[in-house]
């Protein structure tokens, strides 16, 4: 049975005594229920004493008028009316309720700028199916598991742009990742010192108590009019930490097709220390990732390392239905008491 079902009965209902409504039910007191065993004993033992132990008068009468009728079992009814009274004050006083427990889960979060290199380079392969794609799967995962925190988001190649400020509407956030693509800035080259600075921006009137940049980049400054140490200077100066990943391998890549359809290959190579400088100043670490498996390792990481403490608080509201049972009990007793006071039943009994 439906809560709302049970909620909306009127004391008087019979459906207070359908098993569904007692499958319902949460018992203070379940170990009084087993009384209930007790009554049809009580109740057998009471019928064997009024039809042998009780003393009768010894009255003349023939053999052939001492029969048993069923208006001769009315007797009983009251003794019937009394077991079943005593087993409604039983499941009362066994104290049926249901609890309904609610949880609110806050945390004072994180504010998170994820800082997305767009650079032509990302287009390399070495990555499934390259650099880019797998680092916006990547993030979308990430920012799934977090709770409350605001995370905003930076794009940049020989620009920097602000894709979205920080949010908590992940939904917006996510569409805003899955619509990331070379297009969306012309300018070629790999502005670091830029990226640093838009986000930095976006995050310095941050009250939050914990404030991280996320930069993912696969090559080395190459545009843009701000020194990414100088950059990230400055990020820290607003008690940012930035965590960086170095993306991609050394080396030859696949990179497009070449004229028979076939994998080209590219020599790459990668500067790490301006990445590993940039981590050192902003008090956060350096990560350099050679495949996807490696990627979202390292946002895992960094998931558990920025992870605010979720406080909850339960409240428990707790509805009583044992007056429903008291209820029924009184109009048993007055039926009860009605019916021994009755001639009817003295009649009987005689």
């Known amino acids: 049975m439906e809560s709302n079902i049970v909620t909306d009965l009127p004391w008087y209902s019979i459906q207070w005594f359908f098993p569904d409504t007692f499958n319902y039910f949460e018992w203070e007191n379940p170990l009084v229920l087993y009384a209930l065993f007790l009554i049809p004993i009580v109740f057998l033992i009471r019928i064997l004493f009024l039809r042998f132990g009780s003393q009768k008068l010894p009255v003349a009468m023939l053999k ?43 945390t004072e ?14 287009q390399i392969e070495d990555f499934k199916p ?7 799967e990547t993030a979308s995962n ?4 977090r709770f409350q925190d605001r995370i905003g988001l930076v794009i940049f190649s020989g620009d920097a742009y602000s894709l979205s400020p920080l949010t908590t509407d992940y939904e917006l956030l996510n569409n805003y990742i ?3 693509n070379f297009d969306l800035i012309e300018n070629r080259g790999t502005a670091i010192g830029s990226a640093l600075a838009v986000a930095t921006n976006r995050m310095r009137e941050s009250e939050s108590k914990s404030k ?21 200077k400055l990020a820290r100066s607003y ?5 960086t990943i170095a993306i991609g391998k050394e080396g030859k890549v696949p990179f497009g097709k070449d004229f028979f359809g076939r994998p080209r290959m590219v020599e790459n190579t990668m500067d790490e220390t301006t990445l590993r400088e940039i981590a050192s100043i902003g008090e956060g ?30 409240y428990t509201d707790t509805t009583d239905y044992y007056t429903n049972y008291l209820y029924w009990a009184v109009c048993f007793l007055l039926l009860w008491v009605m019916l021994k006071s009755s001639f009817l039943v003295n009649v009987l009994h005689d």
């Open 212 to 232: 991280v940049i996320i930069l993912l980049s696969d090559g080395d400054n190459t545009a843009g009019n701000i020194d990414p140490i100088m950059a990230a």
């Open 178 to 180: 899955e619509g990331i």
């Open 109 to 122: 979060g994180i504010d998170i700028m994820l800082v997305v290199d767009i650079s032509q380079s990302m």
């Open 239 to 243: 008690d940012i930490k930035i965590y």
């Open 285 to 314: 670490n350096f990560f350099r990732v050679s495949n996807n498996e490696a990627l979202a390792e390292v946002f895992s990481q960094i998931d558990q390392l920025e992870k605010a403490e979720i406080k909850e608080t339960r």
């Open 142 to 145: 990430f920012i799934a598991g």
């Open 130 to 136: 390259n650099r880019l794609e797998s680092a916006k």
């Open 64 to 106: 052939g008028g001492l029969k048993n009728t069923v208006w001769s079992w009315l007797r009983f009814i009251p003794d019937l009316i009394f077991a079943l009274l005593f087993a409604i004050l039983i499941i009362a006083i066994a104290r049926p309720q249901k609890s309904n427990e609610k949880v609110e889960q806050w």
